[in-house]
Antibody, heavy 120, light 109 residues
Framework: QVQLQESGPGLVKPSQTLSLTCTVS??????????WSWIRQPAGKGLEWIGR???????NYNPSLKSRVTISVDTSKNQFSLKLNSVTAADTAVYYC????????????WGQGTMVTVSS | EIVLTQSPGTLSLSPGERATLSCRAS???????LAWYQQKPGQAPRLLIY???SRATGIPDRFSGSGSGTDFTLTISRLEPEDFAVYYC??????????FGPGTKVDIK
């Protein structure tokens, strides 16, 4: 079955760029009626949608993060990526990647999550 | 932006009891675009219900979803020990936007 795995640095300095990659295994990132998304969760808090990407490359972002976020896809590697620039301590969170059911906008499959701390 | 409110914040129940969780939206949400998730400590959320009432693959039939418009409900008919967790509702709307409710914690009484 399809699995997702986040990877990237666990520690990022303030004002720098957070970069994460989600690797999709067990199936093609281009198959089926899905798109791909990033969500984050600060410790002890709720879930915040960051953005989504179709395998065509079309993206949409949370307006509150739009000026700092870029999501890209590499279908040849079965991966999609997140870049968040000018980070502050407020960006410290567990970051999840997820597969989204096109028709229902539901996050069907999630990665295990990766903790990113913003600190000098 | 549509804001989701969940109640109660915490629900204290015993195994075997029925749990009823509420999700209220600030504007009408298409039933096709309302989902529920379960999250246990240290784990990623797990999709339970999509389209307001359809169970995701592998989800036991003790979980059911209902509702329309601005009021949606997740019901767990008989709580099993593994059901004690935090539950989130989520909507997908125009713009596009995805928003989550603040969560309801179901803990053991």
């Amino acid at each position: 079955q399809v699995q997702l795995q986040e990877s990237g640095p666990g520690l990022v300095k303030p004002s720098q760029t957070l970069s994460l990659t989600c690797t999709v295994s067990g199936g093609s990132i281009s198959a089926g009626s899905y798109y791909w998304s990033w969500i984050r969760q600060p410790a002890g808090k709720g879930l915040e949608w960051i953005g989504r990407i179709y395998t065509s490359g079309t993206t949409n972002y949370n307006p509150s993060l739009k000026s700092r976020v870029t999501i890209s896809v590499d279908t040849s590697k079965n991966q999609f990526s997140l870049k968040l620039n000018s980070v502050t301590a407020a960006d410290t969170a567990v970051y999840y990647c997820a597969r989204v059911i096109w028709v229902h906008g539901a996050f069907e499959i999630w990665g295990q999550g990766t903790m990113v701390t913003v600190s000098s | 932006e549509i804001v989701l409110t969940q109640s109660p914040g915490t629900l204290s129940l015993s195994p075997g009891e029925r749990a009823t969780l509420s999700c209220r939206a600030s504007q009408s949400v298409s039933s096709s675009y309302l989902a529920w998730y379960q999250q246990k400590p240290g784990q990623a959320p797990r999709l339970l219900i999509y389209g307001a009432s359809s169970r995701a693959t592998g989800i036991p039939d003790r979980f059911s979803g209902s509702g329309s418009g601005t009021d949606f409900t997740l019901t767990i008919s008989r709580l099993e020990p593994e059901d004690f967790a935090v539950y989130y509702c989520q909507q997908y709307g125009t713009s596009p936007s995805f928003t989550f409710g603040p969560g309801t914690k179901v803990d053991i009484k």
